[in-house]
């Protein structure tokens, strides 16, 4: 298996195209926000916060890290598509390699594709908010971010692998790509804050597994720019940005704790882990 997984890493960096397109939506965002948005994201009531750039910054790259565990992991699953459309996967189900391993080498490798890209672009935003003004992450706080990094890799890589099964062409996987990946900006709450959405789009991006990595970060990543830009702020006011702007779910009274949140992710990796096995398994079978 590990001959299979490293053969598909290969396959996907070397193609420097597909990588470029898992990354498309996390450029498009980053382009959104230098060139149009900005400050717009901020309520009116919150613009003359103290250290407004360095809280805002840490809010984007929360989301920015929650884009490319998805769209990076989905990028890595051309492999499977390639290798279906080229027939080439009926070479590897007719050899005495067990399925399960197969399946298990797709899925390994875009978890990995997924971990190497968004510890790349959490390197990269962190330089990005030193060089601007903002304060370099302590030791603590970038353990947590690794390793929520890797729970929301391990979550996307099992959810995308679960959609990705179903396809059988170029055409969907690259048309599926497109409205994930302009889905996901609005469904993490980047484009638009949550709390400028109706309460119907509210639920939906409230319960959607995907959404609650992004709020994880958010608090991580923003705890200190908090502090700084709330210090001698009535507790109401950081409660009401911390909905409004995602960084914490609630339904009614009820505010959805951390610990819930990883529940979900974990849950969601396991459920679509054995989906994906189960259906590739079935499909390969039939193709045998």
Known sequence: MNIFLKRNLKLFFRDRSAVFFSLLAVFIIVALYAVFLGDVWLPDSMQGLEN?????????????????????????????????????????????????????????????????MSLVTFGVSEAYIVLNGGHCID?????????????????NTSLMCFIVSFFKSHHAFS?????????????TGIYLPIGNLPESVQTVIKVFPVSHGAALFRQVLMEDPLDISFHGIETKYLSEFKEYMGITYSFGDHVVSPFTSI??????????????????????????
Request: hydrophobic share 50%; aromatic share 10%.
């Open 175 to 187: 048309t599926a790509g497109t409205v994930i990946g302009t889905l996901i900006g609005f469904l």
């Open 139 to 155: 030791f603590s706080s970038a353990l947590k971010t690794i390793l929520l990094i890797f729970l929301t890799s391990t979550a």
């Open 263 to 288: 529940l979900i992710l974990v849950g969601t990796s396991v459920i679509f882990y054995g989906l994906s096995v189960l259906n590739l398994s079935r499909k390969s079978v039939r193709t045998s």
């Open 52 to 116: 407004v750039d360095f809280l805002m910054n840490s809010w984007l790259i929360s989301g920015l890290l929650t884009v490319t565990s998805v769209t990076t992991t989905m990028g890595a699953f051309g492999v499977l598509i390639d290798d279906k459309v080229k027939k080439i996967d009926k070479d590897f189900y007719s050899s005495p390699i067990k399925k399960s391993n197969l399946t298990k080498g797709y899925l390994g490798s875009a978890l990995l594709i997924g971990i190497i």
